[in-house]
T-cell receptor, first 113, second 115 residues
């Protein structure tokens, strides 16, 4: 079945460090891929998305490229800030009959000043 | 533009009781999905409503039921509560059939604690 695997956290970085959170997926066909962010005590916010192979999603300095050959959608940011501290979820969605999001387990990012 | 609104924000119930959670979708959206997020885990799909019917269901028992109203708002009902039902319940809305392209908009959730 469809699934998403994320690198385990927590990931602890100093401010202005480079961030990579790995995400790989298993799915048939061509799912859409998403990164959601969850700040403490809040719901999920869509961070970025990509709907086909080689698409690059980007938002607020974060980027992720849909790599079908490696079934990956790694999240990157060149210079993290303390305000980026949150839990990040990678997710996939198939349209049509299986129109539901499948999430990874989440990666906690802690950025220290 | 109002996003997804959920109520209540927090709730404490006793084992065996029943609970109803409510969700108003983002303006312009017609599809509502419910997710359960246990502590330290990713959200798990419960079910999805479109045109007032349950269209898909995840691996949850019949104790979990729902409803969608003509104004697209939705309720999640859980009967015979168990301690393991303690979780953050998230409502997500979307516009069918563009979900694959645009994804879902999530509410802030209802934190249910069963004691």
């Amino acid at each position: 079945g469809n699934s998403v695997t994320q690198m385990e956290g927590p990931v602890t970085l100093s401010e202005e460090a480079f961030l990579t959170i790995n995400c790989t997926y298993t799915a048939t066909g061509y799912p859409s891929l998403f990164w959601y962010v969850q700040y403490p005590g809040e719901g999920l916010q869509l961070l970025l998305k990509a709907t086909k192979a080689d698409d690059k999603g980007s938002n607020k300095g974060f980027e992720a490229t849909y790599r079908k050959e490696t079934t990956s959608f790694h999240l990157e940011k060149g210079s993290v800030q303390v305000s980026d501290s949150a839990v990040y979820f990678c997710a996939l969605l198939h349209g049509g009959a299986t129109n539901k999001l499948i999430f990874g387990t989440g990666t906690l990012l802690a950025v220290q000043p | 533009d109002a996003g997804v609104t959920q109520s209540p924000t927090h709730l404490i119930k006793t084992r065996g009781q029943q609970v109803t959670l409510r969700c108003s979708p983002k303006s312009g959206h017609d599809t509502v999905s419910w997710y359960q997020q246990a502590l330290g885990q990713g959200p798990q799909f419960i079910f999805q409503y479109y045109e007032e019917e349950e269209r898909q269901r995840g691996n949850f028992p019949d104790r979990f039921s729902g409803h969608q109203f003509p104004n697209y708002s939705s309720e999640l009902n859980v009967n015979a509560l168990l301690l393991g039902d303690s979780a953050l319940y998230l409502c997500a809305s979307s516009l069918y059939p563009r979900t694959s392209r645009n994804g879902y908009t999530f509410g802030s959730g209802t934190r249910l604690t069963v004691v």
